[in-house]
T-cell receptor
Framework: AQSVAQPEDQVNVAEGNPLTVKCTYSVSGNPYLFWYVQYPNRGLQFLLKYITGDNLVKGSYGFEAEFNKSQTSFHLKKPSALVSDSALYFCAVRDGNSGTYKYIFGTGTRLKVLA | GAGVSQSPSNKVTEKGKDVELRCDPISGHTALYWYRQSLGQGLEFLIYFQGNSAPDKSGLPSDRFSAERTGGSVSTLTIQRTQQEDSAVYLC?????????????FGEGSWLTVV
């Protein structure tokens, strides 16, 4: 069965500092991994995804994520945080081999960037 | 349309009443998903459509929940005899095809409150 874990409910970081939001996953086949951001009272916006190839993927708003197969992780990173990055971040996985169509989401991590 | 459109954006209903939530996916998107987001929770998969058929409806919480899709486009999620625990944000998403690597794009959601 597919699963995603986001171990931190909240991450606080000072503006200008690097940020990391953690995500680990479990699938039986090849993982397809996604990050989304949700601002208050809004839907989810796509940030980036890993399908295959280079383990470091770059996405919107300066975010990037590193796929680590041995650690089954897909942590979201940004070199320098902005106050406007404060939002709820969701990691999602889809199993490429299982014949399932579901995208499984983590419980979300609230990022708070402090001025 | 330019994005996934959901209506109503907000709905307050009395316990025991039926509600219908509508989703208009991005034009040309054949895959359509419904998710539920409860306060403080992650996203819970409800149902997936490919065209007008629903190969996976495993996430529907009870027989009070049903969904249909017509013309390979608009989908309606119906909740009968609403209960207070149905209060949540109902999110619709769509993608070009159900291929595992495809990104799903979300609407702004329908916020349902059952009083």
């Amino acid at each position: 069965a597919q699963s995603v874990a986001q171990p931190e409910d909240q991450v606080n970081v000072a503006e200008g500092n690097p940020l990391t939001v953690k995500c680990t996953y479990s699938v039986s086949g090849n993982p397809y991994l996604f990050w989304y951001v949700q601002y208050p009272n809004r839907g989810l916006q796509f940030l980036l995804k890993y399908i295959t190839g280079d383990n470091l993927v770059k996405g919107s708003y300066g975010f990037e994520a590193e796929f680590n197969k041995s650690q089954t992780s897909f942590h979201l990173k940004k070199p320098s945080a902005l106050v406007s990055d404060s939002a709820l971040y969701f990691c999602a996985v889809r199993d490429g081999n299982s014949g399932t169509y579901k995208y499984i989401f983590g419980t979300g991590t609230r990022l708070k960037v402090l001025a | 349309g330019a994005g996934v459109s959901q209506s109503p954006s907000n709905k307050v209903t009395e316990k025991g009443k039926d509600v219908e939530l509508r989703c208009d996916p991005i034009s040309g998107h054949t895959a359509l998903y419904w998710y539920r987001q409860s306060l403080g929770q992650g996203l819970e998969f409800l149902i997936y459509f490919q065209g007008n058929s629903a190969p996976d409806k495993s996430g529907l919480p009870s027989d009070r929940f049903s969904a249909e899709r017509t013309g390979g486009s608009v989908s309606t999620l119906t909740i009968q005899r609403t209960q207070q625990e149905d209060s949540a944000v109902y999110l619709c998403a769509s993608s070009l095809e159900p291929t595992a690597g495809n990104t799903i794009y979300f609407g702004e959601g329908s916020w349902l409150t059952v009083v």
